[in-house]
């Protein structure tokens, strides 16, 4: 089970390593996806330096074919995701520029028959376990498009193996043994900001999936506005149930900084503040890079201690043969 973070670094590398896809320069790009593979559009919107915008649902908004010189990267490991697979079809009958990212399926069938740039990924994982594939292959489209000026993919590879260590003996393993140990049979909240915000995305997401435990994530500065209110009123049983993490960055504006430690107390009146993982590196992508590395390791030592599966996700399984889409 560990193998789904050990190749991380290996991936991230594989990623820089890539023979891009002639891609049609853009000014702006809307990624499409969802869950494990949707992530690498907040990884790109993160790390690119244009307007890059994220798109988790069906269809497409309707502004995206007034944006300037978009192009539409979908993203779906399976190939076959039914919301990736519409927002496709709608940027085709608008007429827009398409890229792909995939391990197979629909989506590479359909790359190939329209002769759409395609970064096919390895195949053979859990989507969520493709994270150095999918997102790398992500940003490399992005900065092929002309929207990114360093994919800093080299320095993710190299920080996330630093972390993880050799058969994820290094140093963010006691980190990660030491949060766990502290979240074990709690409900995690997340807090972050900016990039930090979505490595906190991934964090949740991760501990949904692998740790099959619930798991929220709190936005700074806007949870202040709204969120801190929504503590006030729970009762003493459930806020014990409640472990906090902060993560955070240097290059956080003070405003935002200055904000994590009163929040958490606010949300954190009786409930654990568990503590603060600091992102590590220089680049955007390995400043994400190296909080998500941390998150996964996090994910796993949670499922071990509730005893689940963390491959399995028979709910997402169950969900998409009911509604048609495998
Ligand atoms: C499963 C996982 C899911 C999938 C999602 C979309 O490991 O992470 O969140 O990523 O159901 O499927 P794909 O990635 O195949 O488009």
Not at 45 to 54: K, L, R, T
Not at 255 to 282: D, K, M, N
């Amino acid at each position: 089970m560990e193998s789904m973070i050990e190749t991380l670094p290996d991936q991230f590398r594989w990623a820089a390593g890539l023979r891009v896809p002639e891609v049609p320069g853009a000014r702006s790009a809307v990624v499409c996806g969802m869950g494990g593979s949707g992530i690498s559009g907040d990884v790109a919107a993160a790390v690119a330096d244009g307007p890059v915008f994220v798109h988790k649902d069906f269809g497409l908004p309707p502004w995206v074919p007034s944006l300037s010189e978009p192009i539409v990267v979908a993203v779906s490991y399976s190939g076959n995701t039914e919301e990736t697979l519409s927002a496709v079809e709608s940027a085709r009958e608008a007429g827009l520029p398409i890229a792909a990212v995939s391990s197979g399926g629909r989506l590479s069938e359909l790359a190939a028959d329209e002769g759409w740039p395609l970064i096919r990924v390895p195949g053979g994982l859990q989507p969520r376990a493709a994270f150095g594939y999918l997102a790398g292959s992500v940003v490399q489209m992005i900065e092929a498009a002309g929207l990114a000026e360093d994919t800093g993919l080299d320095e993710a590879a190299s920080i996330t193996a630093t972390l993880l260590g050799d058969g994820l003996r290094g140093p963010g393993r006691q980190l990660a043994d030491d949060l766990a140990e502290e979240l074990a049979g709690r409900i995690a909240v997340i807090m972050g900001s900016g990039l930090t915000a979505v490595a906190a995305y991934r964090w949740k997401t991760q501990i949904n999936e692998n740790a099959k435990s619930p798991a929220f994530v709190s936005v700074l500065p806007e949870a202040d506005h709204n969120e801190v209110e929504g503590w006030t009123t729970l009762g003493t049983a459930l806020r014990r149930t409640v472990g906090v993490v902060m993560l955070r960055d240097d290059s956080e504006p003070p405003a935002v900084g200055a904000r994590f430690q009163p929040t958490a107390r606010l949300l954190g009146v009786g409930a654990t503040i568990v503590g603060e993982v600091w992102a590590q590196g220089t680049s955007r992508l390995a400043r994400l890079a190296s909080l998500t590395a941390i998150g996964d390791l996090v994910s796993l030592r949670l499922a071990r201690a509730a005893g689940v599966d963390p491959v399995a996700v028979d709910a997402i399984q169950q969900l998409k043969q009911t509604l048609g889409d495998s």
